[in-house]
């Protein structure tokens, strides 16, 4: 059965990092689009970062320059490196594709 875990999450001062990791089993990172979103309370779901099985990655505006998408065709994984975070950051982050979503991880950046 197809699965997401994501990891990762946590509590940080603005100004620091976090890096996430989506874990997949039963569906292969390599050949499958992969995504990362998120929803902050009372917000709609959205796109963060997305990585195509041709390797192309699409960021955020809200988040270019300080997050990165990427991943390791080795361990089945995708990561999320998050730099520079700010309040508005703050969300659940979810790991997705073709359908299928992650648990998700709580990202909280707060002084």
């Known amino acids: 059965q197809a699965q997401l875990v994501e990891s990762g999450g946590g509590l940080v001062h603005p100004g620091g990092s976090l890096r996430l990791s989506c874990a997949a089993s039963g569906v292969f990172v390599s050949i499958n689009n992969m995504g990362w979103y998120r929803q902050a309370p009372g917000k709609q779901r959205e796109l963060v970062a997305l990585i195509t099985r041709f390797g192309g990655t699409n960021i955020a505006d809200s988040v270019k320059g300080r997050f990165t998408i990427s991943r390791d065709n080795a361990k089945n994984t995708v990561d999320l490196q998050m730099n520079n975070l700010k309040p508005e950051d703050t969300a659940v982050y979810y790991c997705?594709?073709?359908?299928?979503w992650g648990q998700g991880t709580q990202v909280t950046v707060s002084s």
């Open positions: 997705s594709t073709s359908g299928l």
